[in-house]
C-alpha cells in the first residue's frame, strides 16, 4: 500500500528509531512491501521507515535501474538493510546534492564519507556486509541518518548551497512531485 511521506516538521521524523528484533515476520514482510510501493511511486532514490511513520530501523534502497530523480547518478543495487551499522572506511569526504521525499521540491549540498563499510540484515535474518563508495555510500548515509532522526538539511554546512530544485535544477523533469 502507498503510504503518505512525513514532511520536515514531523516530530516523528526527529525520533532515534528502535532496532528490529525478530525477522521474517508478517508485520516486517508488510511494512518492507509499503516501503517499496511508496519509494516507487515517488521516483525515491531510497526511503526509511521512520519517513512513513514507522519508527524501525529500517530502510530500503537502489533500483537496480536508473533513478529518474538523480539521471546521472549511477544505479546502486536494490537492497533492504535493518539494524544497519556504517563504518567510514577512511576520512575521504565527498560534496553532493541530495534530495529527500521528506523535503519535496528541494536539493540541498552535503559532505558525506566517501567510502564506507556497512553492515546489517535483510527482512529474513540474513546479515548483509558490504563497502560503498560515491552515490551508492551517501544514498546509505542519507537513509540511515532517518534512523537517527537525522534530515540532509541539518547536516548542511553552507546554507547558499541549499534551494528549490526548479530553481537549482530545471532540467530535471520531475519538480512537481519531488
Ligand atoms: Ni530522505
Redesign the pocket.
Known amino acids: 500500500m502507498i503510504r503518505p511521506i512525513l514532511k520536515m516538521g514531523e516530530p516523528s521524523l526527529l525520533l532515534a528509531s528502535a532496532s528490529v528484533e525478530h525477522f521474517d515476520t508478517p508485520e516486517l514482510h508488510a511494512l518492507l512491501i509499503d516501503l517499496e510501493e511508496t519509494m516507487q511511486a515517488a521516483n ?1 532514490a ?3 521507515a521512520p ?1 512513513i511513520g514507522v519508527n524501525l530501523q529500517v530502510v530500503i534502497f537502489g533500483s537496480d535501474r536508473t533513478n529518474p530523480r538523480y539521471p546521472d547518478a549511477p544505479v546502486v543495487p536494490k537492497t533492504v538493510l535493518i539494524n544497519p551499522v556504517i563504518t567510514p572506511l577512511d576520512d575521504k569526504a565527498e560534496e553532493a546534492w ?6 519535496p521540491g528541494m536539493r540541498g549540498s552535503v559532505v558525506r564519507s566517501l567510502r564506507i563499510h556497512y553492515a546489517g540484515f535483510d527482512q529474513f535474518g540474513t546479515p548483509i556486509e558490504r563497502e560503498a563508495e560515491g552515490f551508492h555510500a551517501r544514498v546509505v548515509q ?2 540511515c ?2 534512523l537517527w532522526g537525522i ?2 538539511p541539518m547536516r548542511i554546512r553552507d546554507m547558499s548551497k541549499f534551494g528549490f530544485t526548479s530553481v537549482l535544477f530545471p532540467e530535471l523533469d520531475d519538480n512537481a512531485d519531488d
Do not use: R
Not at 98 to 103: A, M, Q
Open positions: 525515491g531510497g526511503i526509511a519517513q541530495e534530495g529527500c521525499l521528506s523535503v542519507h537513509e541518518d532517518h534530515l540532509y
